[in-house]
């Protein structure tokens, strides 16, 4: 079993940046797939990015060209890297893995972009 631990949600003005930080319990290198998906309140969960070995990483539509994914197997994380944000940003984001055909998930972290 991998438990997955986000960090460094906050409050931050529009057009601010944000590093979110998922870490996980073990290595990382034989999950191929991990992904960050966000909450807004009152909203279904939808899909930010994904990054997959070999693959290009996909983005939301709503976040290409401010959001970046990216993985450091040695430290075990996922990263986050949210520029430019908006209010419609705001959300908990959530750190994802699929490992053996099952999604793990972590407790999310509150991301809220407000003046």
């Known amino acids: 079993q991998v438990q997955l631990v986000e960090s460094g949600g906050g409050l931050v003005q529009p057009g601010g940046s944000l590093r979110l930080s998922c870490a996980a319990s073990?290595?990382?290198?034989?999950?191929?797939?991990m992904g960050w998906y966000r909450q807004a309140p009152g909203k279904q969960r939808e899909l930010v990015s994904v990054?997959?070995?070999?693959?290009?990483?996909i983005y939301a539509d709503s976040v290409k060209g401010r959001f970046t994914i990216s993985r450091d197997n040695a430290k075990n994380t996922v990263y986050l890297q949210m520029n430019s944000l908006k209010p419609e940003d705001t959300a908990v984001y959530y750190c994802?893995?699929?490992?053996?055909?099952?999604?793990?998930w972590g407790q999310g972290t509150q991301v809220t972009v407000s003046s």
């Open positions: 990054i997959t070995t070999g693959r290009s990483p």
């Open positions: 073990r290595s990382i290198v034989s999950i191929n797939t």
């Open positions: 994802n893995a699929l490992l053996q055909g099952r999604y793990l």
